[in-house]
């Protein structure tokens, strides 16, 4: 974080080069908004605080609890305001559970024991909205440049009525001081998109940080940031941290795993975790003599994070005794100097603390986005992760295109008012309903679960509601589904040579067009109910199997066993092909006989939509039926995302 970026007054241009009055990069941007700058800094404490999990048994269709068990064990500390203070501690020691149960983003199922406190009051209210949180694994919308991510994130996180020229200023200053100015116009990037140039790890955890800087917190809590990083990036980040707390007084709390001797030096405080307990809390130089003082010195010329780390964890090979060792020295700990000095100043914040940090966070007048600017931000980003990455759209496209082909080129000339043509039709109006059915539905079922961690993430940390996201996730598919079915439909209609009528190929768009949207609603339905696209696969084909044979092709509907009657009102292959039908021959006459007398001969339109147990006053509640489903298949899947958008443990 350059002194002189954070300081000079610097001209910021909207894209249309318009000039933004000078603004100063030292002072907080947002002010009079919910996330301005706090006349006083944040001291966060913590006593005596124990996390249990509960342990799951998984089965088929639901997850049951079976016992809790404690992963954090009477843990006591404080970050304090201006320092920046590492978590440490082996894997497993409970640093993580420690940070969300602190930033209060544990799951709901999860209890948790004891005191948090900012400046000496308790935790409540809108304390989780009032800090960041830097999430150990970076989730990003792929296509996006850095420069669009902030832009729509903080269309999302700020007030709405920070004006135009503030967001870009703050967006621009968050550039400049993290160093991403010169990728501010680069895609982000993932595995998916190839050829292309992305962020790398560093620029990646800096644009996670930036994020967070958006809302300017008093108190940024970060869980493992420097994980996947070089040396050299994971320097510069936690020194721009450093900073951020030097100069302007923040708390920054942040769990770490290995990190160098270098970087430890960069921490004002340490904390360490042992087996789910507090082992120290201080300096690095203190954490060394103390445990010095219990018999294990550090070896010369030994990195002291790792020998802290090693020292403090649990091995396999002989659990029982190192799990002795470590209670033996947390023990020690709770009785030394150094955690007299935590519980008095726990003490002092408790009963002298004046600054209500809480009270002030929650007395501010917060706007939140208008409902549609959210609506408009979850499409924006869908669209542009559309258009910059088409080779999905594009390879459904030439699907579609290619079997429309193949088909109609098959039924081509041999559809016309004779008995053998009534065959052909209903075979072409068929393959309509499976094409815009099958494909689409099945396609669904990997692309939506996709779209579920950042949905998480962002649904967690309260940007949007369930129902925007699903909404959003609607419109912005509809175009896609629209062309799919048009494009399918209109080359398979006339090159198979259907019925030459401008009204009935309208209809049978219009049919195809609900038929893809209720298959895809129908998918998103199964994606949903289903922890895994495998079980969700397994559970549909049997179901899609069950609709086709009262689709009325493969069996007369007459002849349906009673007890199965109902899967026909659940059948939008029934409803369409009977609508398609109805369309193709309702008001046709004279059609050709065998020229044996003794065949059966369906004369007219009217005997072939009848032949079919179709009647033709189903039309439009056939067209009901589907719209029917259509929301309903909606409504339920929307009611399996809600339970999926509960916090996991």
């Not at 065949?599 to 009901?624: H, R």
């Not at 929307?638 to 339970?643: G, K, R």
């Amino acid at each position: 974080m350059d002194q002189t970026a954070s300081t000079s007054k610097t001209v910021i241009l909207f894209k249309n080069n318009e000039e933004v009055p000078n603004v100063d990069f030292s002072e907080s941007l947002l002010t009079n908004s919910e996330f301005g700058d706090y006349t006083e800094g944040v001291n966060l404490t913590w006593r005596e605080l124990c996390v249990y999990a509960p342990q799951k048994k998984e089965s088929f269709f639901r997850t049951t609890k079976t016992s809790y068990k404690r992963i954090v064990n009477n843990v006591t500390g404080a970050a304090l305001s201006g320092t920046l203070v590492a978590i440490m501690g082996a894997s497993g020691a409970g640093k993580s559970t420690l940070l969300a149960a602190l930033s209060q983003r544990l799951p709901d199922d999860c209890i948790i024991d004891g005191d948090i406190r900012v400046n000496g009051k308790p935790v409540e209210g809108k304390f989780r909205s009032a800090c960041g949180f830097m999430y150990q694994h970076d989730l990003f919308s792929p296509s996006l440049t850095v420069y669009e991510h902030l832009y729509f994130m903080a269309l999302l996180k700020l007030d709405r009525r920070v004006k135009a020229y503030q967001r870009i200023a703050l967006i621009n200053s968050l550039l400049i001081e993290l160093g991403l100015m010169n990728s501010q116009h680069t895609r982000i990037g993932s595995s998916s998109i190839t050829q292309k140039v992305v962020l790398s790890g560093g620029e990646r955890k800096r644009l996670s940080f930036a994020t967070e800087l958006l809302t300017d917190p008093a108190l940024l809590l970060c869980d493992e940031p420097t994980t996947g990083l070089d040396s050299f990036s994971a320097s510069k980040l936690i020194r721009m941290m450093r900073e951020l707390t030097s100069q302007r007084k923040k708390t920054v709390l942040c769990t770490i795993h290995q990190p160098s001797s270098e970087l430890i030096d960069m921490f004002d405080k340490i904390i360490l975790l042992a087996d789910s307990r507090t082992a120290f809390i201080g300096s690095k130089d203190a954490a060394l003599a103390f445990l010095e003082s219990q018999g294990y010195p550090c070896p010369y010329g030994y990195n002291p994070a790792d020998f802290l780390i090693k020292s403090l964890a649990v091995t396999t090979n002989d659990e029982l005794s190192s799990r002795r060792r470590l209670k033996r020295i947390c023990d020690e700990f709770s009785v030394c100097d150094f955690a007299k000095e935590v519980d008095l100043e726990i003490n002092y914040q408790t009963h002298v603390g004046t600054y209500d940090f809480l009270a002030d966070f929650n007395s501010r007048k917060i706007k939140k986005p208008f409902w549609f600017t959210i609506i408009y931000v979850l499409i924006s980003r869908s669209f542009l992760n559309v258009v910059r990455d088409p080779a999905i759209q594009l390879s459904k496209l030439f699907q579609k295109v290619a079997t429309a082909l193949m088909c109609g080129l098959c039924f081509a000339g041999s559809i016309d008012l004779t008995q053998r043509g009534v065959q052909s039709v209903q075979g072409a109006l068929f393959i309509m309903v499976t094409e815009n059915t099958f494909s689409p539905m099945y396609s669904v079922l990997s692309q939506f679960p996709d779209m579920l961690p950042l949905f998480h993430r962002e649904y967690s940390s309260g940007l949007y509601s369930a129902f925007q996201f699903y909404l959003s996730y609607i419109l912005s598919s509809l175009p896609g589904l629209i062309i799919q079915a048009v494009l399918f439909t209109v080359i398979l209609y006339w090159i198979s040579g259907l019925r030459n009528s401008l009204s009935v190929f309208l209809m049978a768009v219009l049919i195809c067009i609900l038929i893809i949207n209720v298959a895809t609603s129908c998918g998103i339905m199964f994606s949903l109910a289903f922890s895994s696209v495998s079980t969700a696969m397994a559970c549909l084909v049997p179901f899609d199997y069950t609709l086709m044979i009262t689709a009325g092709v493969f069996y007369k509907l007459s002849s349906l066993p009673p007890y199965f009657v109902w899967i026909r009102y659940l059948s939008w292959l029934e409803y369409s092909n009977e609508a398609l039908t109805i369309t193709q021959w309702q008001g046709v006459t004279n059609i050709t006989c065998f020229d044996n007398p003794d065949l059966p001969c369906l004369e007219d339109g009217a005997q072939v939509i009848n032949n079919m147990n179709f009647s033709p006053d189903n039309l439009y509640p056939n067209l009901i039926a589907m719209v029917v489903l259509y929301f309903a298949f909606h409504t339920l899947a929307f009611l399996f995302l809600l339970m999926k958008s509960r916090p996991k443990s």
